[in-house]
């Protein structure tokens, strides 16, 4: 997947590439309007995550831009300013997705996987880690060709911690993916563990393997 | 007390005191000048009947009286009084005056005795008491309507731009116009007040200005930040920095979550939402509640649905929060295994939760940052949202606690 980042920030975007890199993605940054429409008119990018507040200019503009000349590419608008008007604008001209910062990265990855995975690969995409498959557009999930139920929560997790493999993830970024922003998370890490408890329970009651580690104090982490 | 009520209460009071003077005075002077005259007129009479009996005529006249008698006559003073006489023909005593004086005529002494009629001073003062209460009202009344008349034109630019200016926001793009007038001091309060409205707008759209910025130079060093901490979770750490670093998460994510309620606040102030359209509040409590099904669960929850269809015109961003706030406080401050009830009618929207009565004055409940100690729990914002929301749609919000459940409920 290539994705081209355009941010004024060089910590959020050191942060982004870092990540993006270490999950088998191409990563291309554009710090100014310039840089990105320059970058937009000579290359392909297959989802271009965008700030808004750019020093010399709005990124709203550069949507028109994207869907003028590369109608797959997948937009996903980064604002600081949670303006409903913002993102009303930028979903119609063509956006494909709104982030409010701050963000979690492991938000941030599930939701250019699920753009890529819907507009490159046209919801054809399986995601596989050892014998399991799972098929995002049915929400179904398999071992071995074997249906396994999961509930929804327990699906969205498991695609939370696959996409987001190898990396600890907060209690709390779970909760934000789960049930949203407006909810208050301390609340609910009993919940989020529940969750996990039966999820784990039911990968290792089939593949006989563990994938989640409890890193004490600090979230889980999803390894195969 | 509307101003032409107020001009003509005091238009009325300075009539009648006014009328009231002048009527007096004119009463008492005219009885004064007339009682002169007449007392003149009595003593030419008098001096006739006189200069009659001088010249040896028989005096008879009506309403004279001609008495002949001795020296000790002329003693006796020049008097004017009045009197009361029957009269015969209307069957009525009426006041007369009399003018009496000693007179002496051919070397007799005669006492001479004139009257004349007075109209009755009572009649007098009951006709002056009567013209000058209907000047008086005449006055007022006529008074009041060319007041009215009048003032309808003269106020009508003035009633017109307070209507506009009741209407006006400097929130909205428009700016602040206003009917022209003659008149210099509304030509002069239109001119402050459109400044006024000019800098309104200029002050509104700076601080608006200021609120974007704020907004976004907080969230960016919040992102930082929260990333840059996400990034040392992935170090093995030992069990005393992973709490100290859980510390800084938690009040990174707490930072951020009151600065979005507040900008969200200030949002709502300036009723910044134009997203209004018919939204299904049925859909959308199903819809919360559905994602927050496992949540109640896992508190042992018993949620009791009640809910009817109901649309409201409203922005569809905004009933999302409302409902889910609305539904989030419910679940934090339910008791475990308690009842939930929601209901939802054409008229209301009620969100009932068992749970222990509030520690706090009711008054402090729909505050920012109101319930202190109690609210560690949410950001301390969530139900001035919902207050500030129902404001802007014109719903009441109102809280009660009975049965030992706490009732929020939305009047459309």
Redesign the interface.
């Known amino acids: 997947m290539k994705v081209l980042f355009v941010e004024d920030e060089p910590v959020l975007l050191e942060e982004m590439e870092t990540y993006f890199n270490s999950h088998d993605c191409i990563c291309e940054q554009a710090v100014t309007f310039g840089q990105a429409e320059q970058k937009l008119r000579d290359y392909m990018y297959d989802v271009v995550v965008l700030d808004i507040t750019l020093p010399d200019g709005n990124g709203i503009d550069l949507i028109e831009d994207i869907r003028k000349s590369h109608l797959e590419t997948g937009i996903l608008i980064l604002s600081a300013k949670d303006s409903l008007q913002d993102k009303l604008n930028g979903l119609n001209l063509g956006a494909d997705d709104y982030l409010t910062k701050p963000f979690y990265l492991e938000e941030l990855n599930a939701r250019v996987n699920a753009i890529y995975r819907r507009k490159t690969l046209k919801g054809a995409e399986q995601i596989m880690f050892d014998d399991f498959t799972m098929h995002p557009a049915s929400k179904s999930f398999f071992f071995k060709g074997n249906e396994v139920s999961l509930t929804r929560k327990e699906y969205d997790m498991l695609i939370y911690f696959v996409i987001n493999k190898n990396r600890v993830v907060s209690k709390a970024s779970i909760v934000e993916h789960l049930w949203g922003d407006h909810f208050d998370q301390s609340d609910n890490f009993d919940t989020v563990y529940v969750h996990m408890k039966n999820l784990r329970k039911k990968l290792c009651n089939i593949s006989g393997k563990d994938y989640i580690k409890t890193v004490y104090g600090m979230g889980y982490k999803f390894t195969y | 007390m509307k101003l032409l009520s107020k001009i003509s209460y005091y238009h009325f009071w300075l009539s009648a005191i006014v009328l009231g003077i002048t009527g007096c005075m004119l009463f008492f002077f005219l009885r004064n000048e007339i009682s002169k005259e007449i007392e003149e007129q009595l003593e030419l009479q008098t001096n006739m009947v006189a200069e009659e009996i001088h010249m040896g005529k028989n005096v008879a006249f009506p309403l004279v009286n001609i008495t002949e008698g001795n020296e000790s006559l002329m003693k006796l003073p020049k008097v004017f009084k009045d009197t009361l006489i029957y009269d015969k023909v209307q069957k009525v005593t009426e006041g007369y005056y009399y003018f009496s004086e000693s007179r002496k005529i051919n070397g007799k002494p005669y006492r001479i005795m004139v009257m004349t009629t007075y109209i009755g001073w009572d009649n007098y003062s009951k006709t002056i008491i009567y013209i000058f209460l209907s000047i008086a009202a005449l006055l007022i009344i006529l008074g009041t309507l060319v007041n009215y008349f009048i003032s309808r034109r003269i106020w009508k630019p003035f009633l017109i731009n307070l209507k506009r200016m009741q209407g006006y926001s400097v929130s909205s793009k428009e700016e602040l116009e206003l009917t022209l007038t003659d008149v210099k001091e509304f030509k002069e309060m239109n001119k402050v007040l459109i400044d006024l409205a000019a800098r309104g707008k200029k002050e509104y759209t700076a601080l608006k200005e200021f609120t ?1 910025n704020a ?2 130079e907080i ?2 060093p ?7 901490l ?2 040392i ?2 170090q093995p ?1 030992t ?1 005393d920095l ?2 100290l ?2 510390d800084a ?2 009040a ?2 707490r930072l ?2 009151v600065n ?1 309620g507040l ?1 969200l606040l200030a ?1 709502l102030e300036n009723n ?4 209004v359209q018919w939204v299904s509040l049925q859909d959308v409590l199903k819809r919360n509640l559905d ?2 099904e ?2 109640f669960e ?1 508190k042992g929850l018993h949620v009791e649905q009640l809910i009817q269809n109901k649309l409201v015109y409203a922005s569809s ?1 905004l009933m999302e ?1 409302l409902v ?2 609305l539904l ?1 406080n419910a ?2 401050y339910a008791t475990a295994k308690a009842k939930i009830i929601i209901t939802l009618s054409e008229q209301t929207l009620e969100i009932s939760n068992e749970g222990e009565p509030l520690s706090f004055p009711v008054s402090k409940l729909f505050t920012r940052f109101g319930k202190g100690a109690a609210g560690n ?3 301390g914002l969530g139900l001035s949202i919902v207050k500030q929301i129902c404001k802007i749609n014109n719903w009441q919000v109102n809280y009660h606690y009975n049965n030992s459940m706490h009732h929020f409920s939305i009047t459309f």
């Open positions: 974007e907004s976004h969230q960016t919040l992102s930082i930040l929260k990333t840059r996400e990034s979770s992935q750490l069990v992973a709490r670093l859980n998460k938690q990174t994510i951020s979550k979005k900008l949002k910044a939402f134009t997203d994602l927050m496992d949540l896992h961003f929060i889910s706030n989030t679940l934090s729990k949410g950001n």
